[in-house]
T-cell receptor
Framework: NAGVTQTPKFRILKIGQSMTLQCTQD?????MYWYRQDPGMGLKLIYY???????DKGEVPNGYNVSRSTTEDFPLRLELAAPSQTSVYFC????????????FGDGTRLSIL | AQSVSQHNHHVILSEAASLELGCNYS??????LFWYVQYPGQHLQLLLK??????LVKGIKGFEAEFIKSKFSFNLRKPSVQWSDTAEYFC???????????FGKGTKLSVKP
C-alpha cells in the first residue's frame, strides 16, 4: 500500500531557482494538502485542494503555487526559492468523510542556500 | 481563528514513567481532534482521534486521550513510556469546511533508557 508518496526526499536549491515537489496518492482521496514544518512551529497549511481542478490558499501560501489536474497528483511549485522557504514539506490526503484522518507522506526536506 | 495549544515544548522522562501531554483547542463548534506522532526522520502517524461518544479514546501503542469539553482539552496519556516512544507529538484539530488540520507546535518527548 503506497498511500501518499512524495518526491524528492531531499533537495538543496540556490536562491532564485525553481522546483516542483511532487505528491501522489493512491487512495482516491478528494482532499489533498501541503504543509510546511518548521522547528518548534508545528505544521502550517500552504495550499489545499478539495478535488481535481479546485485549489485554494492556506495559511502561508506566499511564494508557492499548486495545481490539481488529477485526483492522484498535487504538485507544489516554488518559483523563486528564498532562504525563508527552507523547511520540511509534507503532503497529506483525506477522504471526503468528515471523521477520517489525514494520511501523510514521508516529507521533502528542502534547503535554500 | 482556531488554534491549538500544546503546553510543553520538551518533556524528558525515564522509562516506565507515566506520561501526560497537554493540549487545548479554541474551536467551539464540532469537535474533530487528533494526536499524531512523528518519530525522528519520519512522517506523521495517527495515534488516535476523537469525534464524539466516549471521551476517553484509546489509540495505538498504549496511548489514550481524554476529551474534556468544559476545559477545551484533549490530553494525551500513557501509563508507562518506553525508549521507543521518543518522538515528537502533535495535537491537531480539524478546521473549517476544507478539512485541513490546525496543529499545535508539538511536544518533543525524550525517554531515557
Amino acid at each position: 500500500n503506497a498511500g501518499v508518496t512524495q518526491t524528492p526526499k531531499f533537495r538543496i536549491l540556490k536562491i532564485g531557482q525553481s522546483m516542483t515537489l511532487q505528491c501522489t496518492q493512491d487512495m482516491n482521496h478528494n482532499y489533498m494538502y501541503w504543509y510546511r514544518q518548521d522547528p518548534g512551529m508545528g505544521l502550517k497549511l500552504i495550499y489545499y485542494s478539495v478535488g481535481a481542478g479546485i485549489t485554494d490558499k492556506g495559511e502561508v501560501p506566499n511564494g508557492y503555487n499548486v495545481s490539481r489536474s488529477t485526483t492522484e497528483d498535487f504538485p507544489l511549485r516554488l518559483e523563486l526559492a528564498a532562504p525563508s522557504q527552507t523547511s520540511v514539506y509534507f503532503c497529506a490526503s483525506s477522504s471526503r468523510v468528515i471523521n477520517q484522518p489525514q494520511h501523510f507522506g514521508d516529507g521533502t526536506r528542502l534547503s535554500i542556500l | 481563528a482556531q488554534s491549538v495549544s500544546q503546553h510543553n515544548h520538551h518533556v524528558i522522562l525515564s522509562e516506565a514513567a507515566s506520561l501526560e501531554l497537554g493540549c487545548n483547542y479554541s474551536y467551539g463548534g464540532t469537535v474533530n481532534l487528533f494526536w499524531y506522532v512523528q518519530y525522528p526522520g519520519q512522517h506523521l502517524q495517527l495515534l488516535l482521534k476523537y469525534f464524539s461518544g466516549d471521551p476517553l479514546v484509546k489509540g495505538i501503542k498504549g496511548f489514550e486521550a481524554e476529551f474534556i469539553k468544559s476545559k477545551f482539552s484533549f490530553n494525551l496519556r500513557k501509563p508507562s513510556v518506553q525508549w521507543s516512544d521518543t518522538a515528537e507529538y502533535f495535537c491537531a484539530s480539524k478546521g473549517g469546511s476544507q478539512g485541513n488540520l490546525i496543529f499545535g507546535k508539538g511536544t518533543k518527548l525524550s525517554v531515557k533508557p
